[in-house]
């Protein structure tokens, strides 16, 4: 079982910049390490589905974005630490939504049901 925790969610106006983590951890780790696990990023805005928003592989060498946040938004791992990160920059009222960390083992994808682990979410919101 992997646990995820997310942190750095708030209320910031349009134009801010907000980093969001994700802590890693769980008794697997000593068995499929943290470094075996694709690491991804959701978001759920109200009344809509949950979507992509980027994701990182194993190795941290390879990223992929939603195109709403291409140019915006940079995800980042640190295999030492169990951590994974969100920086957004330049928000937009539209990227108010629930912000989920999620992880699964081996390859990338962007289907959020490959990912088998999720966090509970910390809220961004984003005043025009």
């Known amino acids: 079982q992997v646990q995820l925790v997310e942190s750095g969610g708030g209320l910031v106006q349009a134009g801010d910049s907000l980093r969001l983590s994700c802590a890693a951890s769980g008794r697997t780790f000593s068995t499929l390490p943290f470094s075996f696990y694709t690491m991804g990023w959701f978001r759920q805005a109200p009344g809509k589905e949950r979507e992509f928003v980027a994701f990182?592989?194993?190795?941290?060498?390879?990223?992929d974005y939603a195109d709403s946040v291409k140019g915006r938004f940079t995800i980042s791992r640190d295999n030492a630490k169990n951590l994974v990160y969100l920086q957004m920059n330049s928000l937009k009222p539209e990227d108010t939504a629930i912000y989920y960390c999620?992880?699964?083992?081996?390859?990338?994808?962007?289907?959020?049901?490959?990912?088998?682990?999720w966090g509970q979410g910390t809220q961004v919101t984003v005043s025009s």
């Open positions: 999620a992880a699964r083992p081996g390859p990338v994808s962007v289907l959020s049901s490959n990912y088998g682990n």
């Open positions: 990182v592989s194993t190795t941290g060498g390879t990223t």
